[in-house]
Every structure is written in structure tokens, then in C-alpha cells.
């Protein structure tokens, strides 16, 4: 047990080395002035509203910045490797194809998690300089729950990846996250049409995707609203109960694959 | 290949970027120059979509696009103001401006956002001057999505106290006052909306406890102009009734207020309020402008005062 850990946790520290070696970090600078800037600007134009707007702007920020991070990473995961034939060598060595995609994926998890909480750093200072500061440490468990999103939109990229091209997999998981956000709205959408073809395709995007609104709390976060536990607890069940299973899809599917 | 000649290499490609890069920007003015301007009303049109139709595809930033229409909002009534060729603006009505765009923004905000506070109150201070019923209605739909905002209740008796509706006045702050953790003063409020709803007493108190307890600087500096005027109609009235004594004693109009300034040492203000002279030694509004003598040997606010003249 403990070697195939250790092996997986290779994979994933390479990962990461690799984000760091593409300066995926370099994001949190554009970040990081886009925070300044609001944080400045924003007292100006929102009359008094600067630590709520800092909370919405710097957590939406925060989850777009993470899903494009997640998404143009995670869908080069295992295409690059192919295309470099550096997977050659790491199957030479004792990896079975499955440790490699589980190491991937955490590999881009911790990417996504130092990512966020640098970002989240970012917004609680600059909450502390406007003085909210209550909101500075309220926004904390809204920002975990971007992190949960995060890494289900990394397994659907690694997904797609591991049996399409990097650009049909990118596009097709950005469909996977407007449908994940939408599938509520959607779905009530079409409960009042009356079709029962449309509800029933609904239904089954509702259900079989991964259901992204249930991450969604930035709106109430900028009122200083924290989750209760049970709802930090069931969303983060969900998110793993979804990595587990896409991950565990991308390995079956990467099993069969033949790279010759 | 030497430093030098790689710079000359790339000098005529860098010379190209720099030509190019100033021709686009004599081009720019160019056609900004002779780009037809769009119709006058362009800037009023109703781009925006309506906040209720956007929750739930919003990625869950519903918050953030509220923030969005109120920034709107401050915008479009800030543009209004500084754009308009009226020459007096009275700020009791608004509708001259054509701000027909605050309120569906006003609503948008708050669908977007219903707990979003800080657009009921705007709401509820400027959109009477605009269109009263919207004003009472987005203050309602605040009660009804915050009941535990006890100053909901006081802008919707204030708007209703505008209006002179001075039941229904006394009924919001009623209500208001038992919401837990209220203040005190809107049970007081209550009281004199049935006793004495349309005094200018009454008036002073409402804006003095805006002033006082709010907390949305907006807000506050209206209420502070709003109270300050009424207390310079207070002592206006005190400063015309002196100078008519004045001209009954010595038959003329004094040339300066200062002249009169002796008499008002009995003079007597509501509340004991002292009248009060500026640095100059002029007699002064309760913002420290000097008070000006008109023709009509009558006293008016200084032409410079921020204080309403409506």
C-alpha cells in the first residue's frame, strides 16, 4: 500500500513541479492586481459597498482564474505526455496506468489548491484594508468550496483528455461547467414547458453531470454568511463522490488506450 | 553577428512597430473625429437584461452582477446630475432629469440580491423624487425580503411621511419598531407622525435621526443637508422678523446683516439653538456660509451653500 502511495505522490509532486515550471502561478499576479485595483477603484464606485463588491469580484475571480487554470492544465495532463513520449518512460518504470492518472489529478489539485488559497489570501487583505474585516475571515469556507468545484472540473478535463484532443477536450469541459452551473435553472426551466422530452433531458443532465450550483456561495459570503457544516460536509461529499467517479472512468478508459 | 549588428538588423522592424503604432493612434482620433455620434438617447437605453431572468445562470455570482446594477445605478443618476442643462435642480423632483433607468436597475440589484441593502436605501431616498409608488414598492419588497431590518421600516415611513400619508407613515414606523433591536426613536417617530406629521419639527427629527443613525454615507449627507436647511429656515424666519424690526425702528434697511446682529442675541431659536457667526464675523447658515440680505431687505441663503433651496 504504502509504495503505491508514494509512487502516486511522485506523479503528483511532478505535477505540480511541472504547473510551477509553466508558471501557472503567474496567474495570481494578474490576480493579485486585479484585487488592488478593486480594492482601490471600488470605494469610489460603489459608494460604500467596497468590502461586499471586493467579496463578489475576488471570488469570482477566484473560481473563473481556477476553471481556466483547471481546464488548459488538466487537459494536457496525459496529452502532453503522449506527445513528448515521456509516458514511455514513466511506464518503464513500476507505475501502472492507473497511479498515473490519480497522481495527475492531485497534482493539479494541489496546483488548484495553492492557487486558491493565495487567492484567498489576496481578498481577505485586501477586505482588511477596506475594513471588512469580519468578511476577511467569513469568505474562508466559500472559498473551500470553490476549491471542491475546482477539482471536479479537473476531473472532467482529465476525462476528456484521456480520450480526445486537448482542444475538443477543452471545449467540451467548459460545456461540462456552463451546464454544471446552469443544470438547475435549466431543469426548472424545463419542468414549465411542459414537454416531456425536454424534462426528461433535463432530468438527466440534472442528474448524471456533475451538479456545480451546489458550490455556489459567494452571495451570501459577501453578506459575511458562512455554510453550516452540513452543507460544507454534503458538498464536499459530492465533490469527491464525483472525483472518485470520473477518475476511476478516465483509468478505465486510459487502460485500453494503445499509444503506439 | 556583433550587438550592433543586431540592433541595426532589427532597427527598420522596430522603426515599422513605432510608425505603425503612432499612425493607429493619429487614426483613432480620426475616426473618432468623424464617427457619427449615436442619438442623443442612446445612453438612456434599456440594455440590461432583467435581474430576475439572469439568477441561476449567473455561475452562482449573482452577487457580484447585483454590484453590477448598483454601480449602474450611482452611475446613471451621477451622469444625469453633472450632464443636465437645468439651471436650478430641485432636488424633490427629479423627473426633469428623464432618470427612468434608476428604478429598473434599483430592481434588478435587489433580485439579484434581495438581501442587498444598500439599494433599498438609495431607492428609498431618491426614488420618491422620481416616481413615488416604485419607491413605496421597492421598500416593501425589502421588508418582505428582510422583515429584521427595522430601518426598511423607517424609509418606507419617511417616503410615506413625504407623501403626507401620515397613518400609513405612523404604521411603518410602528412596525419597525418591533423588530427586535430596533432603535428607539422610530416608536417616538410613530408618535408624532399622528400628532404632528406635517411640522417642520417633525421634518427636522426624521433627518436628524437619518443623519444620526444611518449608515450609508449617501444617505447620511443628504439628511445632514436636509436637517440643516430646515434649521436655516428656522432661523431665516427669526433673521426676516428682526429685520422688519429693524426697518420699523430706524426706517431703513440695514446695509449689513452685521447690523442686526445685536438683536438676535434675544432672539430665540426651537431647541435654544444659538445663531452663529462664520470665521468673518458674518452671520452664517448652520453650514457656515454667510446668510445674504436681498433686495427686498429679506435674508436668502448664500448662492454657494450646498443647502437646498427647495
Redesign the interface.
Given at each position: 500500500m504504502q509504495p503505491l502511495l508514494r509512487r502516486i505522490g511522485v506523479i503528483a509532486k511532478n505535477t505540480f513541479r511541472e504547473a510551477v515550471r509553466d508558471r501557472i502561478l503567474y496567474n495570481l499576479v494578474l490576480f493579485a492586481l486585479l484585487i488592488i485595483a478593486g480594492a482601490i477603484l471600488l470605494g469610489e464606485l460603489t459608494d460604500g459597498q467596497e468590502a461586499r463588491t471586493i467579496v463578489n469580484l475576488g471570488l469570482a475571480a477566484m473560481l473563473f482564474f481556477g476553471a481556466f487554470i483547471a481546464v488548459l492544465v488538466g487537459v494536457g495532463l496525459v496529452s502532453k505526455e503522449i506527445e513528448k513520449r515521456t509516458i514511455y518512460a514513466i511506464f518503464a518504470k513500476p507505475v501502472t496506468r492507473s497511479e498515473f492518472i490519480v497522481g495527475k489529478f492531485l497534482g493539479l489539485a494541489v496546483t488548484l489548491a495553492v492557487n486558491v488559497v493565495v487567492m484567498g489570501v489576496g481578498v481577505s487583505l485586501a477586505l482588511l484594508y477596506v475594513g471588512g474585516h469580519d468578511l476577511a475571515w467569513s469568505i474562508w469556507p466559500a472559498v473551500f468550496l470553490i476549491f471542491m468545484e475546482l477539482t471536479v472540473v479537473t476531473a472532467v478535463a482529465i476525462l476528456f483528455s484521456s480520450f480526445s484532443s486537448p482542444a475538443l477536450s477543452a471545449l467540451l469541459t467548459f460545456f461540462v461547467f456552463l451546464i454544471g452551473h446552469f443544470s438547475t435553472s435549466l431543469r426548472e426551466v424545463a419542468q414549465g414547458l411542459g414537454s416531456s422530452g425536454a424534462k426528461f433531458f433535463f432530468d438527466a443532465i440534472y442528474f448524471l453531470l456533475p451538479n456545480l450550483s451546489h458550490f455556489s456561495f459567494a452571495t451570501n459570503a459577501s453578506h459575511g454568511d458562512v455554510p453550516p457544516w452540513t452543507m460544507l460536509l454534503g458538498s464536499s461529499a459530492y465533490a469527491i463522490v464525483f472525483d472518485i467517479v470520473l477518475v476511476a472512468i478516465t483509468v478505465l478508459i486510459f487502460r485500453r488506450r494503445n499509444f503506439k | 553577428m556583433t550587438r550592433t549588428g543586431k540592433l541595426r538588423e532589427s532597427l527598420p522592424i522596430l522603426c515599422l512597430v513605432a510608425a505603425g503604432l503612432i499612425s493607429a493612434a493619429f487614426l483613432t482620433a480620426y475616426i473618432e473625429r468623424t464617427k457619427p455620434p449615436l442619438p442623443e438617447g442612446f445612453g438612456d437605453d434599456d440594455l440590461s437584461m432583467q435581474g430576475a431572468r439572469l439568477?441561476?445562470?449567473a455561475?452562482?455570482?449573482?452577487?457580484?452582477l447585483?454590484?453590477w446594477y448598483?454601480?449602474r445605478t450611482?452611475?446613471y443618476v451621477g451622469d444625469k446630475l453633472v450632464n443636465t442643462k437645468l439651471e436650478v435642480l430641485d432636488l424633490e423632483d427629479l423627473r426633469p432629469l428623464n432618470p427612468r433607468l434608476v428604478e429598473p436597475y434599483l430592481r434588478n440589484s435587489t433580485d439579484?440580491?434581495p438581501?442587498?441593502m444598500?439599494p433599498y436605501s438609495?431607492g428609498a431616498i431618491v426614488l420618491p423624487s422620481i416616481d413615488k409608488q416604485k419607491a413605496i414598492e421597492l421598500t416593501q419588497k425589502g421588508i418582505a425580503n428582510n422583515p429584521d431590518a427595522w430601518r426598511l421600516y423607517q424609509y418606507l415611513g419617511y417616503i410615506f411621511w413625504k407623501l403626507g400619508r401620515y397613518e400609513e407613515a405612523s404604521e411603518a414606523y410602528s412596525r419597525g419598531a418591533q423588530v427586535p433591536g430596533a432603535a428607539k426613536f422610530l416608536n417616538l417617530m410613530a408618535a408624532a407622525m399622528k400628532s404632528k406629521g406635517g411640522s417642520r419639527e417633525t421634518a427636522q427629527a426624521i433627518y436628524r435621526q437619518m443623519y444620526e443613525e444611518g449608515d450609508?454615507?449617501?444617505i447620511k449627507y443628504a439628511a445632514l443637508l436636509r436637517w440643516q436647511q430646515l434649521m436655516a429656515l428656522d432661523e431665516m424666519e427669526v433673521i426676516d422678523a428682526t429685520l422688519a424690526e429693524f426697518r420699523e425702528k430706524r426706517g431703513r434697511c440695514p446695509s449689513t446683516l452685521r447690523e442686526i446682529v445685536p438683536m438676535l442675541n434675544t432672539a430665540r431659536l426651537p431647541d435654544d439653538r444659538d445663531f452663529h457667526l462664520n470665521n468673518n464675523g458674518d452671520l452664517a447658515d448652520p453650514r457656515g456660509d454667510a446668510y445674504q440680505l436681498n433686495s427686498s431687505c429679506k435674508v436668502e441663503l448664500n448662492a454657494a451653500s450646498p443647502l437646498p433651496k427647495s
Amino acid at each position: 500500500m504504502q509504495p503505491l502511495l508514494r509512487r502516486i505522490g511522485v506523479i503528483a509532486k511532478n505535477t505540480f513541479r511541472e504547473a510551477v515550471r509553466d508558471r501557472i502561478l503567474y496567474n495570481l499576479v494578474l490576480f493579485a492586481l486585479l484585487i488592488i485595483a478593486g480594492a482601490i477603484l471600488l470605494g469610489e464606485l460603489t459608494d460604500g459597498q467596497e468590502a461586499r463588491t471586493i467579496v463578489n469580484l475576488g471570488l469570482a475571480a477566484m473560481l473563473f482564474f481556477g476553471a481556466f487554470i483547471a481546464v488548459l492544465v488538466g487537459v494536457g495532463l496525459v496529452s502532453k505526455e503522449i506527445e513528448k513520449r515521456t509516458i514511455y518512460a514513466i511506464f518503464a518504470k513500476p507505475v501502472t496506468r492507473s497511479e498515473f492518472i490519480v497522481g495527475k489529478f492531485l497534482g493539479l489539485a494541489v496546483t488548484l489548491a495553492v492557487n486558491v488559497v493565495v487567492m484567498g489570501v489576496g481578498v481577505s487583505l485586501a477586505l482588511l484594508y477596506v475594513g471588512g474585516h469580519d468578511l476577511a475571515w467569513s469568505i474562508w469556507p466559500a472559498v473551500f468550496l470553490i476549491f471542491m468545484e475546482l477539482t471536479v472540473v479537473t476531473a472532467v478535463a482529465i476525462l476528456f483528455s484521456s480520450f480526445s484532443s486537448p482542444a475538443l477536450s477543452a471545449l467540451l469541459t467548459f460545456f461540462v461547467f456552463l451546464i454544471g452551473h446552469f443544470s438547475t435553472s435549466l431543469r426548472e426551466v424545463a419542468q414549465g414547458l411542459g414537454s416531456s422530452g425536454a424534462k426528461f433531458f433535463f432530468d438527466a443532465i440534472y442528474f448524471l453531470l456533475p451538479n456545480l450550483s451546489h458550490f455556489s456561495f459567494a452571495t451570501n459570503a459577501s453578506h459575511g454568511d458562512v455554510p453550516p457544516w452540513t452543507m460544507l460536509l454534503g458538498s464536499s461529499a459530492y465533490a469527491i463522490v464525483f472525483d472518485i467517479v470520473l477518475v476511476a472512468i478516465t483509468v478505465l478508459i486510459f487502460r485500453r488506450r494503445n499509444f503506439k | 553577428m556583433t550587438r550592433t549588428g543586431k540592433l541595426r538588423e532589427s532597427l527598420p522592424i522596430l522603426c515599422l512597430v513605432a510608425a505603425g503604432l503612432i499612425s493607429a493612434a493619429f487614426l483613432t482620433a480620426y475616426i473618432e473625429r468623424t464617427k457619427p455620434p449615436l442619438p442623443e438617447g442612446f445612453g438612456d437605453d434599456d440594455l440590461s437584461m432583467q435581474g430576475a431572468r439572469l439568477k441561476g445562470f449567473a455561475f452562482g455570482m449573482e452577487g457580484l452582477l447585483a454590484d453590477w446594477y448598483w454601480i449602474r445605478t450611482l452611475q446613471y443618476v451621477g451622469d444625469k446630475l453633472v450632464n443636465t442643462k437645468l439651471e436650478v435642480l430641485d432636488l424633490e423632483d427629479l423627473r426633469p432629469l428623464n432618470p427612468r433607468l434608476v428604478e429598473p436597475y434599483l430592481r434588478n440589484s435587489t433580485d439579484l440580491d434581495p438581501h442587498f441593502m444598500a439599494p433599498y436605501s438609495y431607492g428609498a431616498i431618491v426614488l420618491p423624487s422620481i416616481d413615488k409608488q416604485k419607491a413605496i414598492e421597492l421598500t416593501q419588497k425589502g421588508i418582505a425580503n428582510n422583515p429584521d431590518a427595522w430601518r426598511l421600516y423607517q424609509y418606507l415611513g419617511y417616503i410615506f411621511w413625504k407623501l403626507g400619508r401620515y397613518e400609513e407613515a405612523s404604521e411603518a414606523y410602528s412596525r419597525g419598531a418591533q423588530v427586535p433591536g430596533a432603535a428607539k426613536f422610530l416608536n417616538l417617530m410613530a408618535a408624532a407622525m399622528k400628532s404632528k406629521g406635517g411640522s417642520r419639527e417633525t421634518a427636522q427629527a426624521i433627518y436628524r435621526q437619518m443623519y444620526e443613525e444611518g449608515d450609508d454615507t449617501n444617505i447620511k449627507y443628504a439628511a445632514l443637508l436636509r436637517w440643516q436647511q430646515l434649521m436655516a429656515l428656522d432661523e431665516m424666519e427669526v433673521i426676516d422678523a428682526t429685520l422688519a424690526e429693524f426697518r420699523e425702528k430706524r426706517g431703513r434697511c440695514p446695509s449689513t446683516l452685521r447690523e442686526i446682529v445685536p438683536m438676535l442675541n434675544t432672539a430665540r431659536l426651537p431647541d435654544d439653538r444659538d445663531f452663529h457667526l462664520n470665521n468673518n464675523g458674518d452671520l452664517a447658515d448652520p453650514r457656515g456660509d454667510a446668510y445674504q440680505l436681498n433686495s427686498s431687505c429679506k435674508v436668502e441663503l448664500n448662492a454657494a451653500s450646498p443647502l437646498p433651496k427647495s
